[in-house]
Antibody, heavy 114, light 107 residues
Framework: QLQLQESGSGLVKPSQTLSLTCAVS??????????WSWIRQPPGKGLEWIGY???????YYNPSLKSRVTISVDRSKNQFSLKLSSVTAADTAVYYC??????WGQGTLVTVSS | DIQMTQSPSSLSASVGDRVTITCQAS??????LNWYQQKPGKAPKLLIY???NLETGVPSRFSGSGSGTDFTFTISSLQPEDIATYYC?????????FGQGTRLEIK
């Protein structure tokens, strides 16, 4: 069955760029009709949608994060990635990748701290 | 932006009780609404998709209804394993928004 696994740096300094990758197994990221998403959850708080990329390469971002977010796909590696620039402590969160609606990764904690 | 107002923010109920959570969208989202269950330290789990469809493998005590702007999620008979936080999520017009969440506790 489809599985997603996040990886990347767990500690990022303020003002730097957060980079995460989601490896997809059990299915092709190039399969038509699906979107591939990033969602985050600050400690003790609710879920916040970051954005998604379609198999076509079209991207859609949360307006509140749009100026700092880039989501891309690497079809050769069957994975997609998140970059969030100019991070602050407010970006500390568990970051999830997902193929909506029902397939989610386990999440990875990213802490922004000097 | 489409805003989702979910209520209540927390709820305490007894085993066997009927539990209802509501979500109201700031504009018509048709049936583009999902319901998730999240337990501590875990990723959200899809329970209901497209407002009223039960995800495969999810117990039938969970149900959803509604369309347009008003949606309801129901647990017909609360079980101890249902203790979790529940979220609605809309996905209309190329944007996604989550409700604030409902923390469900056992009395």
């Amino acid at each position: 069955q489809l599985q997603l696994q996040e990886s990347g740096s767990g500690l990022v300094k303020p003002s730097q760029t957060l980079s995460l990758t989601c490896a997809v197994s059990g299915g092709s990221i190039s399969s038509g009709g699906y979107s591939w998403s990033w969602i985050r959850q600050p400690p003790g708080k609710g879920l916040e949608w970051i954005g998604y990329i379609y198999h076509s390469g079209s991207t859609y971002y949360n307006p509140s994060l749009k100026s700092r977010v880039t989501i891309s796909v690497d079809r050769s590696k069957n994975q997609f990635s998140l970059k969030l620039s100019s991070v602050t402590a407010a970006d500390t969160a568990v970051y999830y990748c997902a193929r909506p609606p029902g397939h989610w990764g386990q999440g990875t904690l990213v802490t922004v701290s000097s | 932006d489409i805003q989702m107002t979910q209520s209540p923010s927390s709820l305490s109920a007894s085993v066997g009780d009927r539990v209802t959570i509501t979500c109201q969208a700031s504009q018509d989202i048709s049936n583009y609404l999902n319901w998730y269950q999240q337990k501590p330290g875990k990723a959200p789990k899809l329970l209901i998709y497209d407002a009223s469809n039960l995800e495969t493998g999810v117990p039938s005590r969970f149900s959803g209804s509604g369309s347009g702007t008003d949606f309801t999620f129901t647990i017909s008979s609360l079980q101890p394993e249902d203790i979790a936080t529940y979220y609605c999520q809309q996905y209309d017009n190329l944007q996604v928004t989550f409700g604030q969440g409902t923390r469900l506790e056992i009395k």
